[in-house]
């Protein structure tokens, strides 16, 4: 049986597809960007197994593990990435690479968002977290930072006598780019609430089956 087809699969599609119906709904509220951002922390930490364990093949798998590049796409684009000098190496896992694909990002994002400290931009050295950018006093971008080895008190982490190397992921997303993000992200998990969906297509969020007693 396929993981989505569990019923802990379930219980998570059902999350994506009310986490993008209120997301869809509360578009144009007031505080929308503060709501975008509390829906794709849940999102992303209740879902990262059921994206894990999409098939080789599905439409889903292409979505996450496919490529950034510079076309927008899912609401990232590359451009958008200000820095990323993860690397991987002997004591640490691959996740810790390069952000090449989407789902590299989310599991930065969801760190940002998860773990979130003070972020102030003039540091020399950035901690984890996020804020935003303004143009007009208004939001213009989400900046998600993903640190390693910075401590709280924004220093560099010293072990057996030496610094650690500082490695940065940072990328900045326009307000509309992390909507379409969401949303995109929302109709994707939700698919499994379609009992004849074979992983091959897309149905629209709104089309889906509206989810049972989860």
Same mark, same amino acid.
């Given at each position: 049986m396929?993981y989505h087809?569990t019923?802990?699969?379930?219980i ?10 209120i997301?869809?709904?509360e *578009?144009?509220g007031? +505080?929308e ?6 829906? $794709?922390?849940t $999102?992303l930490?209740?879902?990262?197994? $059921?994206i894990k ?8 798998? #292409?979505?996450f593990f ?5 076309? @927008? @796409? +899912?609401g ?6 200000a820095? !990323?000098?993860?690397?991987?190496n002997?004591?640490v896992?691959?996740t810790?690479?390069?952000? !090449?694909n989407?789902?590299k990002?989310l &599991? ?6 998860? +773990?979130p400290?003070? @972020?102030?931009?003039?540091h ?8 935003? $950018? *303004?143009?007009?006093?208004?939001i213009?971008?989400i900046?998600f930072?993903?640190?390693q080895?910075?401590?709280? *008190?924004?220093?560099?982490d @010293?072990i !057996?006598g030496k &610094? ?6 940072r990328i900045?997303?326009?307000?509309d780019?992390l909507f379409?993000l969401?949303m995109?992200?929302? #109709?994707m998990l939700?698919?499994?609430l379609?009992?004849e969906?074979n992983?091959n297509?897309v149905?629209?969020?709104? &089309?889906?089956?509206?989810a049972?007693?989860?």
């Amino acid at each position: 049986m396929q993981y989505h087809e569990t019923e802990p699969g379930q219980i998570r599609a059902a999350l994506a597809q009310r986490t993008g119906l209120i997301a869809a709904n509360e *578009y144009d509220g007031e +505080h929308e960007v503060t709501l975008w951002i509390c829906l $794709l922390q849940t $999102l992303l930490t209740q879902c990262q197994e $059921l994206i894990k364990k999409i098939d080789v093949g599905q439409c889903p798998k #292409e979505m996450f593990f496919s490529p950034i590049t510079e076309d @927008v @796409v +899912h609401g990232v684009s590359k451009s958008y990435i200000a820095e !990323d000098n993860f690397k991987p190496n002997s004591r640490v896992k691959d996740t810790w690479s390069k952000r !090449d694909n989407l789902f590299k990002v989310l &599991e930065s994002i969801r760190n940002a968002l998860c +773990h979130p400290n003070s @972020v102030d931009l003039s540091h020399d050295y950035l901690q984890t977290g996020y804020t935003a $950018l *303004y143009k007009d006093k208004r939001i213009d971008k989400i900046v998600f930072i993903h640190s390693q080895n910075v401590n709280r *008190y924004g220093k560099l982490d @010293v072990i !057996d006598g030496k &610094e650690q190397p500082y490695r940065l992921f940072r990328i900045e997303i326009p307000k509309d780019g992390l909507f379409d993000l969401l949303m995109d992200i929302c #109709e994707m998990l939700a698919q499994p609430l379609n009992n004849e969906w074979n992983g091959n297509y897309v149905t629209p969020l709104t &089309e889906l089956p509206r989810a049972g007693n989860y």
